[in-house]
């Protein structure tokens, strides 16, 4: 070794140990900055009023002017939250530094970690205490990955024959956490419980009542899972909305597997059409119990009677006159009532159309288990072969019964399907009939069915259409069958013309125009009606007879399309009316007519 390099040498050994015992003197002296302390370990800053900003305690062996500045994990400057503190020795700060987690440009600062930079003006120093912290703005993952105690594609159901609670599991323990239980159906939409969820616990039971302990009402619900992290972040299994509830959109089911359906007895209608003499099998959710039940044609009295416990009840079809009937099912004060159409064979002019798929479209029955009700509304797709969330389809005792009932009083004889037996090729067929009522709202119907009836009153046919917002809208019919892809309002019907929504008043409607004599038989007016569709445009159709309001919009009228006629009546009180109104009954007469012709 060389002289040179034997005083490098030498110079960097002493300089090493004069390093080590200046750290050494460092570590033994008190640090300038003392009795600092963080609020927070972990801070969300979402406005959510928990664990928002981080507040910084601290004090200075010898007085100082200060700055105080939050850095990241790479020791950047992220934002000076105080600046030019004149401290004395040993004094706190008062009011204490406060971050809250945004940047110097007001941006929210990134998840991650953070240490706090104090800058000494006097000492020409800065010191990053080590005492780190974290920004976690992210809500911890929560899901309702089941209900049991029964294990189904679908809701759970309540009551449990048994008695037994509903198990609903979580896919992780919470730290802490609340089941918060929502109906969503019927509307509106409700809390109605709240269980608090144990800590560690991935499993939450309820048993079917409400905060008082009262058994809820029958209807659709849906478990959400509730959990709080360290942070103070909130995680739903479901997203909640500012008002508290469940967030839906139209065609998207809600995540997870947290539906529970509360009923005590619903009935499964048949979706075809029954010949006279023929086994028909109703679906009967009792839970368990036994049942009484009876059968009757719309309108008439009871003509068979049963007792039951079993889910299936095989009834022999009525013999006689094609006609609709109730299936009801009771259990103590609660009914349940199913229609079913029997067709007695004979060839008939007219064939009358129930429109089950409607029926079903409209009938809030979660089919899938999330806890919101199957609704083709809502662009859902529905099983058709499912019960009847209410005792009878929605509007039939109003609109159906009430056509059917006028029907057989007047000794009308013809021949009834369901549009689902249409669509399948099953039962009665348009082929050989002169005239089709459509009996109530015929909301959805498959592309092709619709092609159908528009080739029957093309090619001569009479469709008369007892409902309002009708033949707009179309599903698609599967195998299994269920109704799927349910389209919004066309901008047209299938006969090309255009109607408006609902109007709600008060409405006389008066006779403009009949050339086909639609209005025979009555005094050509129409008077207090409370809710009317309009028929804006016939398009394509040529307007043969129109009964308007006194702004002289049509709502009821007759259309001549191709060979055949399309009577819209346009006015959801109509059938109603038919055991009161002389004039509406008039109408509904020279119609039939015209079907039958």
């Given at each position: 070794?060389?002289?040179?390099?034997?005083?490098?040498?030498?110079?960097?050994?002493l300089?090493?140990?004069?390093?080590?015992?200046?750290?050494?003197?460092l570590?033994?002296?008190?640090?300038?900055?003392?009795?600092?302390?963080?609020?927070?370990?972990?801070?969300?800053?979402?406005?959510?009023?928990?664990?928002?900003?981080?507040?910084?305690?601290?004090?200075?062996?010898?007085?100082?002017?200060?700055?105080?500045?939050?850095?990241?994990?790479?020791?950047?400057v992220?934002?000076?939250?105080?600046?030019?503190l004149?401290?004395?020795?040993?004094?706190?700060?008062?009011?204490?530094?406060?971050?809250?987690?945004?940047?110097?440009?007001?941006?929210?600062?990134?998840?991650?970690?953070?240490?706090?930079?104090?800058?000494?003006?006097?000492?020409?120093?800065?010191?990053?205490?080590?005492?780190?912290?974290?920004?976690?703005r992210?809500?911890?993952?929560?899901r309702?990955?089941?209900?049991?105690?029964?294990?189904?594609?679908?809701?759970?159901?309540?009551?449990?024959p048994?008695?037994?609670?509903?198990?609903?599991?979580?896919?992780?323990?919470?730290?802490?956490?609340?089941?918060?239980?929502?109906?969503?159906?019927?509307?509106?939409?409700?809390?109605?419980?709240?269980?608090?969820?144990?800590?560690?616990?991935?499993?939450?039971?309820?048993?079917?009542?409400?905060?008082?302990?009262?058994?809820?009402?029958p209807?659709?619900?849906?478990?959400?899972?509730?959990?709080?992290?360290?942070?103070?972040?909130?995680?739903?299994?479901?997203?909640?909305?500012?008002?508290?509830?469940?967030?839906?959109?139209?065609?998207?089911?809600?995540?997870?597997?947290?539906?529970?359906?509360?009923?005590?007895?619903?009935?499964?209608?048949p979706?075809?059409?029954?010949?006279?003499?023929?086994?028909?099998?109703?679906?009967?959710?009792?839970?368990?119990?036994?049942?009484?039940?009876?059968?009757?044609?719309?309108?008439?009295?009871?003509i068979?009677?049963?007792?039951?416990?079993r889910?299936?009840?095989?009834?022999?079809?009525?013999?006689?006159?094609?006609?609709?009937?109730?299936?009801q099912?009771?259990?103590?004060?609660?009914?349940?009532?199913?229609?079913?159409?029997?067709?007695?064979?004979?060839?008939?002019?007219?064939?009358?159309?129930?429109?089950?798929?409607?029926?079903?479209?409209r009938n809030?029955?979660?089919?899938?288990?999330?806890?919101?009700p199957?609704?083709?509304?809502?662009?859902?797709?529905?099983?058709l072969?499912?019960?009847?969330?209410?005792?009878?389809?929605?509007?039939?005792?109003?609109?159906?019964?009430?056509?059917?009932?006028?029907?057989?009083?007047?000794?009308?004889?013809?021949?009834?399907?369901?549009?689902?037996?249409?669509?399948?090729?099953?039962?009665?067929?348009?082929a050989?009939?002169?005239?089709?009522?459509?009996?109530?709202?015929?909301?959805?119907?498959?592309?092709?069915?619709?092609?159908?009836?528009?080739?029957?009153?093309v090619a001569?046919?009479?469709?008369?259409?007892?409902?309002?917002?009708?033949?707009?809208?179309?599903?698609?019919?599967?195998?299994?069958?269920?109704?799927?892809?349910p389209?919004?309002?066309?901008?047209?019907?299938?006969?090309?013309?255009?109607?408006?929504?609902?109007?709600?008043?008060?409405?006389?409607?008066?006779?403009?125009?009949?050339?086909?004599?639609?209005?025979?038989?009555?005094?050509?007016?129409?008077?207090?009606?409370?809710?009317?569709?309009?028929?804006?445009?016939?398009?394509s159709?040529?307007?043969?007879?129109?009964?308007?309001?006194?702004?002289?919009?049509?709502?009821?009228?007759?259309?001549?399309?191709?060979?055949?006629?399309?009577?819209?009546?346009?006015?959801?009180?109509?059938?109603?009316?038919?055991?009161?109104?002389t004039?509406?009954?008039?109408l509904?007469?020279?119609?039939?007519?015209?079907?039958?012709?």
């Amino acid at each position: 070794m060389t002289r040179i390099a034997q005083v490098v040498f030498g110079v960097l050994v002493l300089a090493a140990f004069g390093a080590f015992f200046v750290a050494q003197k460092l570590k033994s002296s008190p640090s300038v900055v003392q009795g600092f302390t963080l609020r927070w370990p972990v801070i969300s800053p979402n406005h959510d009023g928990r664990n928002d900003a981080q507040r910084i305690r601290f004090r200075l062996k010898t007085a100082d002017v200060a700055d105080v500045a939050i850095v990241n994990d790479q020791g950047d400057v992220v934002k000076e939250v105080a600046s030019g503190l004149n401290l004395g020795a040993y004094r706190y700060p008062s009011p204490s530094p406060v971050w809250d987690g945004t940047t110097s440009s007001g941006r929210p600062a990134p998840d991650g970690t953070y240490r706090v930079r104090i800058t000494l003006r006097d000492q020409g120093r800065s010191v990053i205490l080590q005492d780190a912290f974290r920004v976690d703005r992210t809500p911890p993952t929560v899901r309702v990955v089941s209900v049991g105690p029964v294990k189904r594609p679908g809701p759970e159901l309540l009551p449990h024959p048994n008695g037994a609670p509903a198990r609903i599991r979580l896919n992780a323990p919470v730290r802490q956490g609340r089941l918060l239980v929502f109906r969503t159906a019927p509307a509106p939409v409700a809390l109605v419980r709240t269980i608090t969820i144990p800590a560690g616990t991935t499993t939450v039971t309820w048993n079917g009542s409400d905060a008082a302990g009262r058994p809820v009402t029958p209807g659709t619900y849906v478990a959400v899972a509730e959990g709080r992290d360290v942070a103070g972040n909130i995680g739903t299994s479901v997203p909640l909305g500012s008002d508290g509830r469940p967030v839906t959109s139209y065609g998207t089911r809600l995540p997870g597997h947290g539906g529970i359906t509360v009923r005590s007895l619903a009935v499964q209608p048949p979706l075809l059409p029954a010949v006279a003499g023929d086994r028909v099998p109703f679906g009967v959710d009792a839970r368990g119990r036994r049942y009484t039940w009876t059968a009757r044609r719309v309108g008439g009295p009871t003509i068979r009677r049963g007792t039951a416990g079993r889910p299936i009840v095989r009834l022999k079809a009525p013999v006689g006159n094609s006609g609709v009937y109730l299936f009801q099912a009771r259990v103590a004060q609660r009914t349940a009532s199913a229609p079913f159409a029997v067709d007695d064979s004979a060839a008939h002019r007219v064939l009358v159309v129930l429109p089950v798929m409607t029926w079903q479209g409209r009938n809030p029955v979660d089919d899938d288990g999330d806890g919101l009700p199957n609704l083709l509304s809502t662009g859902q797709g529905v099983k058709l072969p499912r019960v009847l969330a209410s005792a009878l389809p929605a509007g039939f005792a109003a609109h159906e019964a009430q056509t059917l009932i006028w029907l057989d009083r007047g000794r009308h004889r013809y021949d009834v399907t369901t549009d689902v037996a249409l669509a399948l090729g099953t039962g009665p067929t348009l082929a050989g009939h002169s005239g089709v009522l459509l009996a109530g709202d015929t909301v959805w119907l498959p592309p092709k069915l619709q092609g159908q009836l528009r080739r029957f009153v093309v090619a001569g046919g009479t469709l008369v259409s007892m409902g309002t917002g009708s033949l707009e809208r179309q599903a698609r019919l599967t195998a299994f069958p269920r109704l799927v892809q349910p389209t919004p309002p066309a901008t047209t019907d299938l006969f090309g013309s255009t109607l408006s929504p609902l109007r709600a008043g008060t409405f006389d409607l008066t006779n403009a125009k009949d050339d086909i004599g639609l209005f025979q038989g009555t005094g050509g007016l129409f008077k207090g009606f409370h809710a009317v569709e309009e028929t804006t445009s016939p398009g394509s159709a040529k307007l043969v007879a129109s009964a308007v309001t006194a702004d002289g919009r049509a709502v009821i009228v007759g259309l001549r399309v191709g060979k055949g006629l399309v009577i819209r009546f346009g006015v959801p009180e109509l059938a109603a009316r038919l055991q009161s109104d002389t004039d509406v009954q008039g109408l509904m007469g020279r119609s039939w007519q015209l079907l039958s012709r």
